[in-house]
């Protein structure tokens, strides 16, 4: 049978709302006394009554991870899962729950989840440029934080890594090959995220004097069949591309097996450069070159942010990371789909 609060704090010489700080991770509590309540609930097997520390603390202890878009489309993206488990990781490390969410559209849902559920914040994973959802989030009061870009500069917290910068070293990178008409599939541009790597792009081919023409920019949707949709337009182009700047892996394998379908071969006839280094791309057939982002640390950032600062801040004190931007770098990673061991060795 588990011991009492009471009892806890008789064994640690400590007043019972004492240990009732400790077990809600109170930042009022001296390091020492801390210390020893917590040898003492580790040697006593002690478990707090959940019900009645979300009364005295406030707070249920689980978040949500709200993703907008519909399950059968996030299963089928390898880079959701990969997300999920980061946020899944950081709430076990903090005694969080985390409830997993996929409203699609609906401006008010976002809040409903918190109310009705209880839940003591969000990790919302969309970069839409333009979210109602956000915007009334914003003013609902609701912490959250945000998995991308925002247009709310100053007002929302999130985490992103620099798409512009990884974006940009992609295709620097086939530049330096030698490669001039370098074409890109996007993802869709009502996302912060595929407008920053489109951008990147057009940046690195302007730093380099080549104005690509509108042509080379095709627009996809992050999935497979869409990066193929937009290689068969490539392709048919009078001017095909030498090489392509994919802006996501799941697309780059599309359009991959288009050029196949073609008669054509990666990187003989096209070099092809991705964007996430999902497990797959090292696997591919040439192996992928891509740009790392840490899916899975996006993810747990996100998640360490609210919890830590964001739903533990001091009361009264604004929280550190209120209003922050959190930006992971990223690296290329060079495998042969770029041509780089056919043009160097």
């Known amino acids: 049978m588990s011991p009492t609060l009471e009892q806890i704090a008789a064994l640690a010489g400590v007043s019972r709302s004492t240990v009732s700080r400790v077990v809600n991770d109170h930042p009022s509590v001296d390091p ?31 978040i949500g991870l709200v993703i907008p878009q519909s399950m059968s489309a996030v299963f089928a993206d390898p880079y959701f899962p990969i997300l999920i488990q980061g946020v899944s990781t950081a709430c076990e490390e903090r005694d969080y729950y985390m409830l997993l969410s996929f409203p699609e559209a609906e401006t008010e849902t976002l809040t409903r989840i918190v109310r009705g559920a209880h839940l003591d914040g969000l990790v919302v994973a969309t970069s839409l440029m333009d979210s109602g959802q956000i915007a009334h989030l914003t003013r609902s009061g609701t912490p959250f934080v945000l998995v991308g870009r925002s247009t709310y500069e100053g007002e929302v917290t999130t985490v992103d890594v620099d798409n512009v910068r990884g974006a940009a070293q992609a295709v620097q990178h086939l530049l330096r090959m030698g490669y001039t008409d370098v074409a890109t599939i996007t993802g869709p541009l009502g996302l912060t995220s595929a407008v920053d790597r489109r951008d990147g792009y057009l940046a690195a081919m302007r730093a380099a004097r080549i104005e690509p023409p509108e042509s080379f920019i095709q627009e996809g949707d992050w999935s497979e069949w869409s990066g193929g949709r937009a290689m068969e337009t490539l392709l048919r182009l009078r001017n095909r591309p030498e090489a392509v700047f994919v802006a996501s892996d799941s697309m780059a394998v599309g359009a991959l097996k288009v050029i196949r379908s073609a008669g054509l071969r990666v990187p ?12 797959m791309a090292s696997a591919l057939e040439p192996p992928l070159t891509t740009v790392r982002q840490s899916i899975y640390r996006l993810g747990h950032t996100a998640a360490s942010v609210l919890i830590d600062d964001l739903l533990h801040a001091p009361e009264g ?16 990673i060079v495998r042969e789909s770029c041509g780089q061991q056919m043009r160097v060795g």
Request: charged letters at 30%.
């Open 32 to 62: 020492e006394t801390r210390e020893r309540v917590l040898r003492v609930i580790r040697e006593q097997d002690y478990h707090p009554n959940g019900a009645a520390r979300a009364l005295a603390s406030r707070r249920s202890h689980i």
């Open 268 to 279: 003989d006839d096209i070099a092809l450069v991705g964007f996430d280094d999902i497990p």
């Open 317 to 332: 004190e604004r929280p550190l990371a209120q209003g922050q931007r959190i930006l992971l770098a990223t690296e290329l």
